[in-house]
């Protein structure tokens, strides 16, 4: 039995891994979209985090753990300056706004070569991550997360996102819970990048560009933003279809964008809508009796 773990882990620890990070990355965008926000930019977040923390440990020599608060503080600061002018945007706007940031972010990235290594990107990066770090870090996000569904904050998120304009007339202010949002999804996006960088050895500025951020948006819409089951359930379906998929070869991504699309024109409202699974039990009740 532990022959057959050790050689399934040997295989695919970094396929299981990668899932944890892409599930707290599914969360950090959950935490925008939750409050009525489209903001794009999370991967440059997750960026910065990445970098700061593999700078921290490869230059600085601290502890894991300090580097991988570095990783989460980091770009939280840069969340919050940013967040001052983008957050009055909405809509397209702000997500284009957002996406502009991150082109500016992997620009920097080309352009500081002493401190990021440039287009070549940052190699020998210690592979610091281990799998319970990343199991400890999404169960955590989710209690947290689930907590604050349920506290003030929380409802005041959903207030914001069903009317703003009503939101701030019952005495909500929007604009610093927005920021809230914003702010807590950028930490969390840059812990997704701190321990990504501590598992892979090296990370480049082309992995956070807007592909990844359209992917990241993808995980969470797919699954669905009613609940905290949704992000999670798009991070896995996300991460593990190109693998499932490997046996068309050419064919896979075609496949897999085909799926996506399948998902997206018959389940508007996600994989995992509670509503929907409510009627369907209740329907398949009825005809059982």
């Given amino acids: 039995m532990m022959e057959t773990f050790d050689n399934f882990w040997s295989v695919y620890s970094n396929l299981v891994l990668t899932l944890g990070t892409n599930t707290l990355l599914a969360l950090s965008i959950y935490l925008t979209l939750s409050c009525g926000m489209l903001a794009m930019a999370n991967a440059a977040f997750m960026g910065i985090g990445a970098y700061a923390a593999a700078l921290l440990t490869m230059n600085a020599g601290l502890p894991f753990s300090l580097a991988l608060a570095g990783g989460m503080l980091a770009p939280a600061l840069v969340a919050f300056v940013i967040g001052r002018p983008t957050l009055r945007l909405s809509g397209v706007y702000l997500a284009m706004a957002t996406l502009a940031f991150g082109e500016v972010v992997r620009i920097f990235v080309l352009n500081a070569e002493d401190w990021t290594g440039g287009a070549l990107g940052l190699n020998g990066i210690p592979q610091l991550t281990q799998w319970w770090h990343v199991l400890l870090a999404v169960l955590l996000s989710l209690y947290g997360l689930m907590r604050l569904r349920r506290s003030k904050v929380g409802r005041a998120f ?128 009825h005809k059982a009796h």
Avoid: C, Q, S
């Fill in 158 to 285: 959903e207030a914001i996102k069903e009317d703003e304009t009503a939101a701030n007339l019952m005495g909500v202010n929007a604009n610093a819970y927005k920021m809230l949002a914003f702010v807590l999804g950028a930490a969390l996006a840059g812990l997704a990048g701190a321990l990504n960088a501590h598992l892979t050895f090296f990370i480049g500025p082309n992995e956070f560009g807007f592909d990844r951020g359209v992917e990241i948006l993808t995980m969470t819409i797919l699954g669905g933003i009613n609940n905290l089951v949704g992000p999670t359930l798009g991070a896995l379906i996300i991460t593990l279809l190109p693998e499932l998929l490997r046996g068309l070869k050419d064919y896979r991504m075609v496949a897999n964008g085909l799926i996506l699309v399948a998902i997206v024109l018959f389940l508007p409202r996600g994989i995992w809508d509670p509503a929907r699974l409510r009627k369907f039990f209740t329907r398949t009740r």
